[in-house]
């Protein structure tokens, strides 16, 4: 199944890279190089995972973050980041991202996280799905 | 010179002109002050009420001396006037009573001779001598009768005055003896005549010497002229001259300080005993009356020398004791703003390094993308698959991004270890992160090191940097104390239940026994020269207290030193816990 992945970062060149070498890895990747067009992106199509840079100019990664939970609790968010601090990741977790990696990023390791992203993406919707089921049973019992 | 050591002060030594502004003050200067200070303000009170009571004391001795001396004076005066005056009032009783014809009888004569001889003693003879000198009648123990005084002064006086007492002289018998004369008018005749009586002077003298004089003292008489009159212990013969000023008449006692022809000094009280022409001399040696004041002053300057010994020790001792607090206050802020100050440091540092380390990474990330994207192409299109050098030069160019990926990372982790927090550690981590700093140097040098850290060693909470800041220091003295090819073993062990133990041995110089005790203390350096600070160890010392740990020392120079360090293992918090696990 491909996973369908959103790439935000200001690197064109990065951006262009990374998307690539997902594809060529089976991914299905959308890109973003501003946080604008990310926030359209992230209204306009359902995505496994989003890949976010957590130094942008505009809005930071983490004010992204906010947004981004803010409007989709569900959604899993991978930070990918040069400046590792501890304090922005510590924050980041906290605000709900599911990981957390620091450039130079080894690409295997990456995609792993984004399956596993998918695998509870699929997790949360099936319990949500199980959830609504539940409610129409429980509310039309006839 | 060990003695020196031992009681000098440890602010002694300090260098001013070595670290300046490390110490704020001149301890010496500060501490001779402050002896100088309080030894003036208690010294000079005590040297003034001294010297006040010295004075007091002293006067009041040599005016009781005065008037010890005037009071002896007059009492001996007292006793001698009595004496001569009684007699001559005794002669003039006997003339008027008896009148010239029965004082011719020698039989009367010898009669009244004796009585007087037996109620007031001291006469010897009895004479009566007409007005032109001739001696009428005689009773005593010389033959005088008929003997010719025509012409002698004290003839002369007696008629004119009515009664006379003679100087002492030899006279024709050529003993020492003083005469007493009255004029008698006979009252048939109207003639006068003159009774004359000699008085020994054994009696005389009798009265002085049993003055009871301490010491050197000495009474006598002289006459108006200096003469002197009756023996005397000291100043001279009978007869002679004394050698000392006589005073002008005064009726009443007189006391001066003399001093004689040796230099002596002495103490001399005059009386002028009215009706004679004697002179009472009452001597004491001033040097004997004030011996009490001897005693006393020796008395005085003991005391102020053992006060003073005390003053000045309590003194010293007690400024060395300030000064000392002083220097070691002064001290405990130095070494604390050193470490503010190496604290601020070592965080700009970190700062500079983060953002060093994140431009690095984007750029960094992009090479990384773009080599594994050729990789990829490599892998997935058939044309390039066997081209398997530029796949090995791929593979050299992920290695290298890789690798200045570890050294970015690292230095972002240093930057992050300035802020104090703790975290759970993994020494073995630890030690391999501390060694990789130096292990250029330790191959350079063809160091060995060794690291004996089991596996199942627990994490312990502590603050990474600080940890890293202790073993880099332990580390690099090891490195220091020791040749090429020398070898460094870090251990570890649990020690107990809630310590852990490491261990950072090498078998490098030595500390000497001497050194060992002082190596803790900043700025205590054997390397001064060649610009060490001393404060390697001192800082480390504080951080592993800081840390609530303790470290201890072991070396034999020549063989190595052991740098052994206590950590507690804290009860694990557990955000750390997830922070540990979420994060690394």
Same mark, same amino acid.
């Given at each position: 199944m491909t996973e369908k992945v959103l790439l935000i970062d200001d690197e064109v060149d990065f951006l262009e890279n990374l998307s690539e070498r997902m594809r060529v890895r089976g991914m299905d990747v959308s890109t973003a190089q501003t946080t604008d067009n990310a926030i359209d992106a992230v209204e306009s199509a359902e995505y496994d995972a989003i890949v976010l840079d957590l130094q942008m100019p505009g809005m930071n990664g983490i004010d992204m973050l906010k947004v981004i939970k803010e409007r989709h609790p569900e959604m899993q968010v991978i930070l990918l980041t040069g400046q590792a601090t501890l304090e922005a990741g510590i924050e980041a977790m906290k605000l709900g991202a599911m990981d957390f990696m620091e450039k130079p990023a080894d690409i295997n390791s990456l995609t792993e996280k984004i399956k596993k992203a998918q695998a509870k993406k699929m997790l949360i919707v099936e319990k949500k799905a199980e959830g609504k089921v539940k409610d129409i049973l429980a509310s039309k019992g006839w | 010179m060990a003695m020196i050591d031992r009681f000098k002060p440890k602010f002694w030594d300090t260098d001013n002109a070595v670290s300046p502004?490390?110490? &704020?003050?001149?301890y010496r200067r500060i501490w001779r002050l402050a002896i100088l200070l309080l030894t003036v303000v208690t010294l000079v009170p005590l040297l003034v009420l001294t010297f006040i009571d010295y004075n007091v004391t002293r006067y009041s001795l040599e005016s009781e001396n005065l008037m010890r001396t005037a009071r002896t004076t007059s009492n001996t005066r007292r006793t001698v006037a009595y004496f001569l005056n009684s007699r001559d009032k005794a002669l003039e009783f006997v003339a008027n009573q008896n009148g010239v014809d029965s004082l011719r009888n020698p039989a009367t004569l010898k009669g009244i001779l004796d009585s007087m001889k037996h109620s007031f003693g001291g006469f010897v003879d009895l004479g009566l001598i007409d007005s032109t000198g001739r001696q009428v009648a005689y009773i005593g123990?010389?033959? &005088?009768?008929?003997r010719d005084y025509s012409g002698q002064e004290w003839l002369a006086n007696t008629l004119t005055r009515g009664s006379y007492t003679s100087d002492v002289f030899l006279g024709y018998r050529d003993v020492p003896h003083l005469i007493i004369a009255q004029r008698i008018t006979d009252a048939r005749t109207g003639k006068d005549y003159v009774l004359r009586a000699t008085l020994d002077t054994a009696q005389f003298n009798a009265i002085l010497s049993a003055i009871d004089l301490p010491g050197q003292g000495d009474a006598f008489i002289v006459n108006h002229h200096g003469v002197i009159q009756t023996p005397s212990r000291h100043r001279g013969a009978i007869f002679s001259h004394v050698d000392l000023p006589i005073p002008a008449y005064s009726e009443i006692t007189s006391v001066q300080q003399e001093t004689d022809r040796h230099g002596m000094e002495y103490t001399v009280g005059y009386a002028y005993i009215e009706g004679t022409p004697f002179i009472l001399l009452v001597l004491k040696k001033t040097s004997e009356l004030m011996k009490p004041w001897e005693t006393v002053r020796m008395e005085l300057l003991w005391m102020l020398v053992v006060s003073i010994a005390v003053i000045l020790m309590v003194i010293v001792g007690v400024a060395t004791y300030m000064v000392d607090k002083i220097y070691l206050a002064d001290q405990t802020r130095a070494r604390a703003l050193h470490q503010m100050e190496h604290t601020n440091r070592m965080a700009s540092i970190g700062r500079l390094a983060a953002g060093v380390a994140h431009e690095i990474n984007n750029p960094l990330a992009i090479i990384n993308e773009k080599a594994g994207l050729i990789k990829d192409l490599f892998r997935f299109k058939e044309e390039y698959s066997h081209d398997e050098r530029l796949l090995a030069n791929v593979d050299s160019i992920i290695a290298s991004v890789e690798r200045c990926g570890r050294i970015t990372k690292r230095l972002l982790g240093f930057a992050r270890h300035i802020d104090v927090h703790v975290e759970p550690i993994r020494f073995k981590h630890l030690a391999e992160e501390v060694i990789s700093f130096l292990h250029k140097e330790a191959e350079y040098r063809s160091i060995t090191i060794l690291m004996d850290i089991p596996e199942d060693l627990p994490d312990f909470i502590s603050d990474r940097g600080k940890l890293q800041q202790i073993f880099l220091n332990l580390v690099n003295n090891a490195f220091q104390a020791m040749s090429d090819g020398g070898h460094i073993a870090i251990t570890a062990h649990?020690?107990?239940?809630?310590t852990l133990t490491f261990e950072v041995k090498d078998d490098g110089c030595g500390i000497p026994e001497a050194d060992r005790k002082r190596?803790?203390?900043?700025?205590?350096?054997?390397k001064k020269k060649t610009g060490?600070?001393?404060?390697g160890l001192s800082i480390t010392y504080g951080l592993v207290q800081e840390l609530g740990g303790s470290m201890s020392v072991e070396s034999t120079v020549g063989k190595g030193t052991t740098f052994t360090i206590t950590m507690p293992i804290k009860a694990t918090p557990s955000e750390a816990r997830k922070n540990e696990d979420t994060v690394g």
């Open positions: - | 502004g490390r110490s &704020l003050f001149n123990p010389y033959q &005088l009768l008929g649990q020690a107990g239940g809630d190596i803790f203390d900043p700025f205590f350096s054997t060490g600070t001393g404060l």
